[in-house]
């Protein structure tokens, strides 16, 4: 399975560019940290609150 992935990655990386593939990849990682952000300051209003 991990080949496959590979060899899509690298499909990709030839068909779109570089440049698109590691925007792709660095909005991907910033979502995963702001939907942490997200529930850290849901977390915080609540423990303000009470």
Do not use: A, C
Not at 2 to 8: A, F, G, W, Y
Not at 19 to 46: A, C, F, G, H, W
Request: net charge negative; proline share 2%.
């Amino acid at each position: 399975m991990e080949e496959t992935l590979l060899n899509q990655m690298v499909d990709i990386i030839g068909n779109t560019g570089f440049p698109i593939v590691v925007s792709v990849y660095l909005l991907n990682r910033m979502e995963k940290k702001l939907d942490i952000m997200i529930s850290l300051l849901q977390q915080l209003t609540t423990t303000i609150k009470q």
